[in-house]
């Protein structure tokens, strides 16, 4: 596209139907302690792809 | 949803729903913006009118590659998850990590401390290694299905305990072989007693370290004093250096808080950077809004400004060949947070519970001392299943502040004891929070972008 680049991006709708696993890391244990941010977490089952 | 901003001298538009990011030029912009509003005459009327360089064939190809990535699913993606969300949250209510409180007490006594110099408004006390243990075995009780468990020793200053801390990691290690479990221990400390016992023991067995560093020497001893009022920089940086430099490829943080004495914080984390850290973490305090260092209004543009201005510092330390991390940065945009992960959040009441010296469960550290978020004890178990339910439903669309917010799927509707200390209630939002949440996440996209155009040439 000429005008429109899209990076990869991991597709949430995707996600629905292979995610919840629920291993993943729980956001306050590493270094925030003190707000809640989940987008900078990693998945368990990831660079794997679902 | 569709979120648009410019920053850095990128257009870019996150599809919020499919999690996509495109970096687009300033007539995409126009148009996607224009989009659903709009019907193709119009946009070719208007976009003709100010882009008088750009033909007619040229809009269209435009108008065709959206309809091309909507039809992809990733530009105008309807929210299928509203309806899911409190399912999604439901699914599992086993407990995996938890906060072990082995010191209700600190050898600092730092004015701005959300648990009041250790204590969380209570006693002194320390955790027995009889509780701590129950507190291991409930965890492992409770969390059927989960290999992966997290313990966070935290306090007050849990190396004040540190035996019980060597002891315990050793059962877990116990627990690990006979329940198929894996422990991730991690520690959060001031670093006032880390000497080589605490870092050879730690560099073995803790997942992740938390070291507690605000930055530059005045900022950091203005408010992280000893009792008696000797700052504390001077004694800890010689060891957080010793300690990162024996940790090899381990994780750590060095963590510091800003307040409204330090807005030009990204110079404290520059500071860090320079004295060789390189996995930095920093926040905004949490304190009441009377207190002298909380942030104000006023703050807000000039935290923005650091935020962007550490982005663009980042990038050309990376360029340079010297990159940091910056907690609230990291990004992984292929990798990342599946959907339940992105609307359940912290699990603060389910999946997380924190543990006092005492064996006390609560929804998280931050709520530690507000006995009306008592949820129980580690040989009971929970009892308060009603606080319980109500934090199993309190997720990124219970809050009716995030109904049309672009970012609930980054912050699951934010930290639920900063909107219960900010509102009163665990389903409010904490808005200045909220804020600066917003601007950290469009300048760590900013960088997402910023990279895969540079990886691109």
């Known amino acids: 596209m000429k005008r429109i680049v899209t990076l990869k991006t991991r597709d949430m709708k995707e996600s629905v139907k292979h995610g919840g696993c629920g291993e993943c890391q729980t956001s306050c244990q590493s270094a925030c302690k003190t707000s809640c941010g989940v987008a900078n977490q990693q998945c368990e089952k990831c660079g794997k792809k679902d | ?457």
């Open chain 2, 1 to 457: 949803m569709i979120h648009q901003y410019k920053l850095g001298g990128y257009n870019i538009v996150l599809d919020v729903f499919s999690g996509s990011v495109h970096c687009v030029d300033d007539l995409a912009y126009d148009a996607i913006e224009m989009y659903e509003t709009n019907s193709s005459d119009d946009i070719l009327d208007i976009l003709g009118n100010k882009y008088s360089d750009v033909s007619k064939e040229d809009i269209l190809d435009t108008l065709s590659d959206i309809e091309e990535l909507k039809a992809e699913g990733k530009l105008f993606t309807k929210d299928e998850y509203a309806d899911k969300a409190f399912d999604f949250k439901n699914r599992h209510t086993q407990v995996k990590a938890l906060c072990l409180h082995v010191a209700h007490v600190c050898n600092l006594n730092c004015e701005y401390c959300f648990a009041s110099q250790g204590k969380y408004h209570g006693e002194k006390a320390i955790m027995s290694l009889e509780t701590g243990k129950r507190a291991l075995d409930f965890l492992v009780e409770n969390s059927q299905g989960r290999t992966n468990l997290e313990v966070d020793f935290f306090g007050g200053e849990p190396l004040m305990n540190f035996d019980v801390v060597k002891e315990l990691v050793a059962y877990g290690r116990e627990l690990e072989k006979k329940h198929g479990k894996v422990f991730r221990f991690t520690l959060t400390t001031n670093g006032m007693l880390i000497d080589d016992d605490v870092i050879e023991f730690s560099n073995k067995e803790m997942h992740n370290v938390v070291l507690s560093l605000d930055g530059r020497k005045d900022v950091h001893d203005r408010l992280r004093k000893t009792y008696t009022g000797q700052g504390s920089y001077d004694t800890i940086v010689p060891k957080f250096k010793e300690f990162v430099k024996k940790r090899g490829d381990r994780g750590y943080y060095v963590r510091g808080t800003f307040t409204h004495n330090n807005i030009d914080f990204t110079s404290d984390i520059l500071h860090m950077a320079d004295l060789g850290f390189t996995e930095l973490s920093m926040e905004p305090v949490v304190c009441s809004p009377d207190d002298p260092y909380a942030l104000t209004d006023e703050d807000f543009p000039v935290l923005c400004e650091q935020y962007e201005k550490l982005a663009f510092e980042m990038l050309r330390r990376e360029k340079e060949g010297k990159p940091i991390t910056f907690y609230h940065y990291m990004l992984d945009l292929e990798g990342g947070p599946c959907i339940y992960k992105r609307i359940s959040g912290c699990g603060s009441g389910t999946e997380y519970l924190a543990v006092t010296p005492w064996g006390e469960l609560y929804p998280c550290h931050q709520f530690v001392g507000d006995e009306k978020y008592s949820m129980g004890d580690i040989w009971k178990g929970v009892t308060n299943t009603e606080l319980q339910n109500e934090f199993k439903m309190c997720n990124a669309y219970a809050r009716e502040d995030c109904k049309d917010c672009w970012a609930k799927l980054y912050c699951s509707g934010g930290c639920a004891a900063n909107a219960y200390h900010a509102t009163g209630s665990i389903t409010g939002i904490y808005e200045y929070g909220c804020r600066l949440f917003k601007k950290r996440i469009e300048c760590a996209i900013m960088m997402k972008v910023a990279q895969a155009l540079d990886e691109a040439e």
